[in-house]
């Protein structure tokens, strides 16, 4: 018997999905997508249409979603993470966001060798 049923379950489920039977790895983030979306400062800035006062330690503050919301409000918009996280991760430069926060660039490498 599996420790994890429900997860044992969901895996056999998707492979009966699929012509091939592949390995599967699952990945659990532990951190809040909004402390990502900081270590890009500049996605930031070109998201919100204007120069608002984020700095790239934002990203390391224990609240990033707060930090995001208070933002949004000094550029007189609400932040919703469901709708402004999906379109401000497709302006962010990886790259850079990587080099500012580690648990992003530990996220990556995993994607990219399990």
């Given at each position: 018997m599996t420790k994890y049923p429900l997860l044992a379950r969901f895996t056999e489920e998707?492979?009966?999905?699929?012509?091939?039977?592949?390995?599967m790895h699952y990945v659990v983030v532990g951190?809040?997508?909004?402390?990502?979306?900081l270590a890009d400062v500049e996605a930031v800035?070109?998201?919100?249409?204007?120069?608002v006062p984020v700095t790239p330690s934002a990203t390391l503050d224990c609240k990033p979603k707060e930090v995001m919301r208070g933002l949004?409000?000094?550029?007189?918009?609400?932040?919703?993470?469901?709708?402004d996280g999906p379109k401000m991760a497709e302006m962010m430069d990886l790259d850079k966001a990587s080099k500012r926060n580690k648990s992003l660039a530990t996220f990556r490498e995993i994607l990219r060798d399990p």
């Open positions: 998707v492979r009966s999905w699929t012509l091939f039977n592949f390995l951190h809040a997508l909004e402390g990502w979306l800035r070109r998201y919100l249409k204007g120069v949004f409000r000094k550029a007189g918009r609400n932040f919703l993470s469901d709708r």
